[in-house]
Each structure stands twice: as C-alpha cells, then as structure tokens.
C-alpha cells in the first residue's frame, strides 16, 4: 500500500507542473465590433506581435460594401505594417484598412476601402462585447482551405 501511495505521489509531482502550462492564447480573447455605411466588421488581434512588431488581425467584413469586394461574410487574415501616423492591414500587399492616430489625442480615425471606395468606421462598443474572436480563427483556418 505505502509503494501505492509513493507511486502515485511521484505521478502527481510530475502531473502538476505539465498542467499548470496552458496554452498561450493565439488571439486576444477581446474583440471589436466596427461599422460603417453599407459595411460591418468583426475583428480579433492575434496574440503575439508581427515582425514589425505589431498585432496581426483577422477581419470579418459583412454588408453590401463587402458583397462588391467579393468578401461578405468572409474572414482573412491581414497583416499590419506600420502607416504614417498608425497601422495599415494588409492581405496580397494590397491595403485594406486603415487605423490613424493622433499625437497627443484620444481619437482615431478607422478606414476600409473597398471596390474603390473609402467607408470611415466607427467602434460600436456594445457589440464588441458579443465579438468571439476563437470563432473568426477558426474561420478564417476554414477560408484558407
């Protein structure tokens, strides 16, 4: 009995550290919610920073905005390379949105530009809270399929 209980005391001592070891999250488990005319964003940042030394996003465009780009209801992954005063998202190279800020102040400005045209977005801070970024990796690991 005593060789019982020694036993699995041993197990026990090796068990717990292995478990206290999560897994570091791959997305920020806080996400945005941002509209403006004709289109709808959900966006999660990724976890860890870039090369550049910023937050990778993915993006979920919804709305008639994102029918005309050919991305309604798609999520992609953008990459974020330093802009001007702030951060541009970027998928091909090719840019797609936009967040500015000003120096010294609270407010930012949020652009994406599709089919050609330029929308400003706005936070919309109450459905951010209902943004579930695990769900936009997932989807996005099912778009690139």
């Not at 709808?40 to 993006?59: R, S, T, W």
């Not at 005309?68 to 992954?77: E, F, S, Y």
Request: hydrophobic share 45%.
């Amino acid at each position: 009995m005593k060789l019982l209980i020694a036993t699995f005391a041993a197990c026990m001592a090796f068990a717990v550290p292995v478990m206290s070891h999560a897994q570091a999250p791959v997305v920020n488990p806080y996400g945005k919610f941002l509209e403006g005319e004709e289109v709808e964003v959900e966006m999660a940042q990724f976890a860890a920073k870039n090369a550049d030394g910023l937050y990778d996003v993915l993006l979920k465009m919804t709305g008639a905005a994102a029918f005309k780009a050919g991305i309604d209801g798609k999520t992609l992954k953008y990459q974020a390379v330093h802009g001007g005063s702030g951060v541009d998202y970027q998928a091909k190279g090719k840019t797609s949105m936009i967040v500015r800020q000003a120096y010294g102040d609270s407010w930012s400005v949020m652009q994406v530009f599709l089919d050609g045209k330029t929308i400003t977005l706005s936070e919309i801070k109450a459905r951010s809270k209902e943004v579930q970024p695990l769900h936009l990796l997932t989807a996005s690991k099912e778009n690139e399929k």
